[in-house]
């Protein structure tokens, strides 16, 4: 039998606000960080700045993105370094600013991943330690459901009526304290808050409905079929 302290500590596991936190605050230093950038672009990120890009990308991997790959794409088009790294900034700071409202959460943070990195390394020399702490947040958030709490995406499916947040709350509580004695009435219940919290309420008792065994290892039996002889 589990001890109640242990089952407090996997039900407190259901909230997403704690992702939610983690993604507005990398977001909070990026901005701050971007505004900096910005400011003195023409300095920390020029390409003949007091760290050029021909000392810099010899202290890279070969296979790292880097602006001079960009710059040196773009330059039969009349695109000089300075336009390359004002659209990188640019692009990266509405990125970033997508990730912290929580608009499109996933694809924000793999553009602000994807435009960070080659920022990152062309200016790598400043960044210190705290660019590659935020390069592992940015990481995290592609993969993380870091939008799911207090992020226009959240807002938008809870009126859309996809998400239920404590569905599965209600599920752990339903198999960790079944009914003893109306084991089958548990195992309804079970399965109507899986299919609510699937989004798939519509469907009928014989269509995706998941069967449950509780404490007693007694295994919620089927409906009965009514099929004639």
């Known amino acids: 039998m589990k001890s109640p302290k242990r089952n407090f500590l996997f039900l407190e596991a259901a909230s997403f606000k704690p992702l939610a936190i983690f993604r507005i605050g990398i977001a909070a230093i990026l901005l701050a960080q971007v505004q900096v950038l910005w400011r003195y672009r023409d300095l ?11 000392l810099s990308d010899r202290l890279l991997d070969p ?17 000089s370094s300075g336009a390359v790294v004002t659209a990188f900034l640019a692009m990266h700071t509405i990125a970033v600013v997508l990730l912290a409202a929580g608009y499109r959460t996933r694809i924000a943070a793999i553009a602000a991943w994807a435009t960070y990195l080659p920022l990152r390394y062309a200016g790598h020399l400043y960044f210190y330690g705290i660019g590659g702490m935020l390069l592992i947040g940015l990481f995290y958030c592609m ?5 799911r709490e207090w992020s226009l995406d959240s807002r938008r499916e809870i009126e859309r009526g996809r998400v239920q947040p404590q569905a599965h709350v209600a599920v752990a509580v339903v198999i960790e304290r079944p009914d003893g004695e109306h084991p089958a009435l548990a195992g309804t ?4 808050i899986v299919r609510r919290a699937m989004g798939l309420e519509f469907l009928g008792p014989g269509e995706g409905e998941a069967q449950f065994t509780h404490r007693g ?13």
């Open 44 to 54: 920390l990120m020029d390409e003949f700045g007091p760290v050029p890009w021909v």
């Open 63 to 79: 296979l790292l993105p880097r602006l001079s790959y960009v710059t040196a794409w773009l330059a039969p088009y009349g695109v």
């Open 143 to 147: 993969f993380l459901p870091v939008g």
């Open 189 to 192: 219940m079970a399965s109507t």
């Open 217 to 229: 290892g007694n295994r919620a039996p089927a409906p009965a079929s009514h099929h004639s002889p």
